[in-house]
Nanobody, 126 residues
Framework: QVQLVESGGGFVQVGGSLRLSCEAS????????MGWFRQAPGKEREFVAA????????LYSDSVKGRFTISRNFAGTTLSLQMNMLKPEDTAVYYC???????????????????WGQGTRVTVSS
């Protein structure tokens, strides 16, 4: 079992950048596929980005491709989401998630994840 704690959310102007972090209670490299999801007010939770357990494969939603980057530190204990060129529609609570995996596949469906953080709020103002 892994515990996840997000941080790094806040207020930012349109076009700005933020870096979200997700601290894991144990290493996730080679053990867990990881993902970022977000939920805007009145909307369902949506997929943002995913990172495979091995091989470093990544997957992004079309809405963030080219602007966001998902990564994991060498120790495998911190998952990051670098968010650039932020837009008002990026405003949401962002969650990191983990699922046990030993493959190079990315997981984009929320229902496939077993562990979730508490979320960190991002507000993009114009």
């Amino acid at each position: 079992q892994v515990q996840l704690v997000e941080s790094g959310g806040g207020f930012v102007q349109v076009g700005g950048s933020l870096r979200l972090s997700c601290e894991a209670s144990s290493t996730t490299s080679g053990s867990y596929a990881m993902g970022w999801f977000r939920q805007a007010p009145g909307k369902e939770r949506e997929f943002v980005a995913a990172l495979s357990s091995i091989a470093g494969n990544t997957l992004y939603s079309d809405s963030v491709k080219g602007r966001f980057t998902i990564s994991r530190n060498f120790a495998g204990t911190t998952l990051s989401l670098q968010m650039n060129m932020l837009k008002p529609e990026d405003t949401a609570v962002y969650y990191c998630a983990a699922v046990r995996s030993g493959s190079s596949s990315c997981v984009s469906l929320a229902e496939h994840y077993d562990y979730w953080g508490q979320g960190t709020r991002v507000t993009v103002s114009s």
